[in-house]
């Protein structure tokens, strides 16, 4: 479970302030623009500016660990892709950080490509796809990752309905539903209410806790109907 204890995270004169915790499966983050979710996940991922309080992951302190040292993949809207590898290799590096891949591990990149729609472009650099086919990459390598946690900043943002739709699927079967915590900025309310488990509201510098998707849609809060209209 992931806890976030007393956090308050100081960004000039904004500031978040979360004491919540995030229960393994599909949590989308939503709410009106500016009220801090990327901030919320720069805190869980361990970037940027000042954090009080502890996030917490299954009882361990993560607070002063480096990104790298935390149990969590992210995608973001901008991907994060290498240019100078192929998109096989890109992917690959969720496996094997050298790029030394064994047999088994290349047929799983190329499993895994296929799976989000791109069989047979693991030889392509970054520059020879479009946007969509580049976020689709980067999903394929978060799926790939064995990290407990996954954060995705408005990652499908670039994406048309029916392709979006798709990976959201894949997001929620192949992730959320195996077990791991998937924290998604998204928004599209449609998108959580169609995909998500839970629905972690972020308002005005404060991150509330996540309630079921059905509950928070069916009842919600007069600063969560302001904000779906
Ligand atoms: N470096 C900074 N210094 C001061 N304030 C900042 C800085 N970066 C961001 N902010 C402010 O922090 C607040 C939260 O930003 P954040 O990106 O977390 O919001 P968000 O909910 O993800 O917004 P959006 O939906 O528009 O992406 C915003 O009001 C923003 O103006």
């Not at 990327?38 to 954090?51: C, D, Q, Y």
């Amino acid at each position: 479970m992931l806890t976030l204890d007393d956090v308050t995270v100081s960004k000039g004169t904004f500031q978040l302030r979360a004491n919540l915790q995030v229960p393994p499966g599909l949590t989308a983050v939503i709410g009106p623009s500016g009220g801090g979710k990327s901030t919320l996940l720069a805190a869980i991922a361990g970037f940027g500016p000042t954090v009080t309080g502890r996030v917490i992951w299954d009882g361990d302190d993560l607070s002063g660990k480096e990104p790298g040292q935390r149990p969590v993949t992210m995608l973001f809207q901008d991907h994060n892709l290498f240019p100078h590898l192929t998109i096989a290799q890109n992917v690959g590096l969720a496996l094997a950080p050298r790029l030394k891949l064994s047999v088994k591990q290349s047929a799983q990149v190329d499993a895994v490509l296929t799976d989000v729609g791109l069989p047979g472009l693991g030889g392509r650099k970054p520059a020879a796809l479009s946007g969509g086919q580049i976020g689709r990459a980067a999903l394929a390598r978060c799926l790939l990752s064995d990290r407990p946690v996954v954060l995705l900043d408005e990652a499908f943002a670039a994406l048309g309905p029916a392709l979006r739709a798709e990976m959201l699927t894949l997001v929620r079967d192949r992730m959320a539903q195996q077990g791991r915590t998937v924290i998604m900025v998204t928004h599209d309310p449609n998108d959580a209410r169609s995909f998500a488990d839970q629905v972690l509201f972020v308002a005005e510098g404060v991150a509330h806790p996540p309630l079921k998707a059905a509950a928070f849609f069916y009842d919600p809060s007069p600063a969560a109907q302001s904000y779906l209209g």
